[in-house]
């Protein structure tokens, strides 16, 4: 079955605990991104990757890091998580940047 | 810069109503239009995409480029509509095309 899968669904640390949220795709697509959403500002774009070993900041990329070692693959890293990074992280993936968006399930992050 | 708005956070209907979900771009050239839907507790999922000019769950938009608008629209609501939904302009053949922004949502509750 063709999808997005995050691992964990549900975190709650503490702060300055380092932390990785996994992201893979089986669908063999070129563009990754990490979105946050809250209420009230909607889906933002954390980070983005056009392909292996590409990727770039969207909207919103303080505090957190990304990597694309692999097609399938794209890890969302908090090297010191604090609590205004609590919120509901969504991976998606495309066949190419404007095509459609293919979610994660979300990965709800508190950090105490 | 891209700008997205949808300017209702939250819009209430009554089953059997006509429903419109407002969407406002300012892009330079022309966008791939997008409507993302997000049920209870689900993963965010594609509605509608304008190329495909596909009616789907009875929901259409329509592209203004005069008004730079993609209001998504259903002439009579279900109570299975309410949910969260992102409106989505994608821009095509400019310097930040790779950089994907979403409108910040507009709740659907439809009632009795």
């Known amino acids: 079955e063709a999808q997005v899968t995050q691992n964990p669904r549900y975190l709650i640390t503490v702060t300055g605990k380092k932390l990785t949220v996994t992201c893979s795709q089986n669908?063999?697509?070129?563009?990754m991104s990490w979105y946050r959403q809250d209420p009230g500002l909607g889906l933002r774009q954390i980070y983005y990757?056009?392909?292996?070993?590409?990727?770039d900041k969207g909207d919103v990329p303080e505090g957190y890091k990304v990597s694309r070692k692999e097609k399938r693959n794209f890890p969302l890293i908090l090297e010191s998580p604090s609590p205004n990074q609590t919120s509901l992280y969504f991976c998606?993936?495309?066949?190419?940047?404007?095509?459609?968006?293919?979610f994660g399930p979300g990965t709800r992050l508190t950090v105490l | 810069a891209q700008r997205v708005t949808q300017p209702e956070k939250l819009l209430s209907v009554f089953k059997g109503a006509p429903v419109e979900l407002k969407c406002n771009y300012s892009?330079?050239?022309?966008?791939?239009l997008f409507w993302y839907v997000q049920y209870s507790r689900q993963r965010l999922q594609l509605l509608l995409r304008?190329?495909s000019r596909e009616s789907i769950k009875g929901f259409t938009a329509d592209l203004n480029k005069g008004e730079t608008s993609f209001h998504l629209k259903k002439p009579f609501a279900q109570e299975e509509d309410s949910a969260m939904y992102y409106c989505?302009?994608?821009?095509?053949?400019?310097?930040?095309?790779?950089?994907?922004?979403f409108g910040t949502g507009t709740r659907l509750q439809v009632t009795l």
């Open positions: 998606a993936s495309s066949l190419w940047t404007t095509d459609t968006q293919y």
């Open positions: 669908m063999n697509h070129e563009y």
């Open positions: 990757s056009m392909n292996v070993e590409v990727t």
């Open positions: 892009y330079s050239g022309s966008p791939e």
């Open positions: 304008h190329i």
């Open positions: 989505a302009p994608f821009p095509l053949n400019t310097g930040t095309a790779s950089k994907l922004t």
